[in-house]
């Protein structure tokens, strides 16, 4: 009755802050259909395995504790090994296992063959911990490629410890302004290029040099503003003058790190030297809310400010909570080296990282 009120009145939602696999789950307990979480009759009673939490012997015959993917863990059951089809599950209990193994006995010689007829606690707990944080990871990653609006996809790797994924971080893909910030993205006037690399396009009229070659990578000096075509240009998508716009064109993985620095980024290709690799995008503050920050995040010895403007120190980039993959670079990680240039699609954008080494 209250929904079919509430669409009478108009449509209108609350963010339910419950995830769809909990949702699933009371409504398989309830025995209940809905359709908008995927529960239907005809697979409310289905069974898929999500992962393994325990192993034993029983008669000379091998048993695994499986949890049952949209159920509750009261409905676990043990399942004899010659019924599970789930090569790759195994593989990872057995991992997992091998991992902990290891880390108990600091490095010695761990021996693959288990004699024993049912693991110890202590080793089942961490694989369901380890089980729970790959099914994190993965509905975050998951996530994360859903909300990104670019072409490079986003992977997410944790082989250290049992980190899942940060609670209080948003990705976004474009600048979120602070209440009382207005920023004005309307063009005020474009090109009408045929071949912006060669003719007087937008950055002539701004009085500095295209930023590219023709191989898309930089050419032009750290720290000088970058001015891009617009939607009021007359040059279509594929104009050379148009890189930063098109967001991240490669596949990076966020992983943590294992020296203690936390999250990083790392590529999963080979990337030339001085060539784009994605925007410093965070939530738009004021200069002195950013030093009213500042000061906070360095009693914590982090920081994720960034000034946002070319001429003027008005506004700052902040991506503490709100970011994307630029958030997890680390300043501690090996495997990216960025430097900054600042960019300009008129109007003014932000900050990009861009590659000064080839990876």
Request: net charge neutral; proline share 4%.
């Amino acid at each position: 009755m209250a929904a079919a009120g509430a669409e009478a009145r108009g449509a209108w939602c609350v963010p339910c802050l419950v995830s769809l696999d909990t949702l699933q789950e009371l409504c398989r307990k309830e025995k209940l259909t809905c359709k908008s979480i995927g529960i239907t009759k005809r697979n409310l009673n289905n069974y898929e395995v999500e992962y393994l939490c325990d192993y034993k012997v029983v008669k000379d015959m091998e048993y695994y504790l499986v949890k049952w993917k949209g159920w509750p863990d009261s409905t676990n059951t043990w399942e004899p090994l010659q019924n599970l089809k789930c090569p790759l599950l195994l593989q990872q209990f057995s991992n997992d296992k091998h991992n902990y193994l290891s880390q108990v006995n600091k490095g010695k010689a761990i021996s693959l063959k288990d004699n024993n007829k049912a693991l110890k606690p202590a080793v089942a707990e961490y694989i369901v911990k380890k089980a729970k944080q790959r099914v994190a990871l993965q509905r975050w990653q998951d996530e994360l490629n859903r909300r990104k609006n670019h072409k490079g996809m986003i992977f997410v790797e944790n082989t250290v410890d049992l980190e899942g994924p940060p609670s209080d971080f948003y990705y976004i893909n474009e600048y979120k302004p602070a209440p009382g910030i207005s920023l004005v993205n309307e063009a005020t006037f474009g090109c009408s290029c045929t071949d912006c690399f060669f003719e007087k396009c937008c950055p002539a009229e701004a009085g500095v040099l295209l930023a590219y070659n023709k191989n898309q990578q930089i050419k032009i000096p750290p720290g000088t503003p970058i001015y891009e075509c617009n939607s009021r240009c007359q040059c279509g998508p594929d104009c050379p003058n148009r890189i930063v716009q098109k967001g991240t064109q490669y596949s990076l993985c966020i992983f943590r790190t294992s020296n203690g620095c936390g999250w990083g980024v790392k590529t999963l290709v080979k990337i030339k030297r001085m060539s784009f690799v994605m925007e410093y995008v965070g939530e738009v503050i004021t200069s002195e809310e950013a030093e009213r920050r500042g000061q906070l995040y360095d009693n914590k010895g982090i920081t994720y400010l960034f000034d946002l403007d070319y001429e003027s120190d008005e506004f700052t980039v902040d991506a503490a909570r709100y970011g994307n993959v630029s958030h997890f670079v680390n300043h501690s990680v090996l495997e990216i080296y960025l430097q900054i240039l600042l960019t300009t699609a008129q109007p003014k954008r932000g900050s990009e990282l861009c590659a000064s080494v080839e990876l």
